[in-house]
Each structure stands twice: as C-alpha cells, then as structure tokens.
C-alpha cells in the first residue's frame, strides 16, 4: 500500500512469478514511472498499462528500475506515433 492505496502493481504480481526483491523493484519502476507521467489518480487507466508495461518488461528480464521505467515511458512515445 501506498498512503492507504492499494497498489495496482502489487495485485498484478500475485501470480508468483517474481520474488520479493523484484517486486521491490518493479513497484519502484511502476512509481517512478506514475511520477514521470504525473499521474496521480490512482483510478486514472494509464495506471495500469503502466503496471502491466513494467511486469511485461521485467519478464523479459529487466530488473533495473532506472532502465524499466525508462522503457515504459519509450513505449508510450513510441505508441503515440
């Protein structure tokens, strides 16, 4: 939780597929990326295409946060075109 929200990224991870370190990793991603984007409603869609963007991309192996909010934020430029 994050100031008594849920996080949507956290509900997305249940399935076990990362471990404790990389979800600590992928919620620094996903927020990082929210603030770069200036989302601040956490009921806003961008949300979770944020969420579902940094799990996609950690599954294809990607663990610096730094690096996957980096590619979410190239992936919505690149969508925009």
Not at 18 to 28: K, M, N, S
């Amino acid at each position: 939780m994050v100031a008594g929200r849920v996080v949507p990224i956290r509900v997305l991870l249940r399935d076990g597929a990362f471990g404790p370190e990389d979800i600590t990793t992928l919620t620094a991603a996903f927020e990082d990326t929210l603030l770069a984007l200036g989302v601040h409603d956490r009921q806003h869609p961008t949300v979770m295409l944020v969420a579902k963007r940094v799990i996609e991309l950690a599954r294809q192996g990607e663990r610096n946060p730094k690096l996957l909010r980096d590619a979410v934020l190239k992936s919505f430029r690149d969508d925009s075109l």
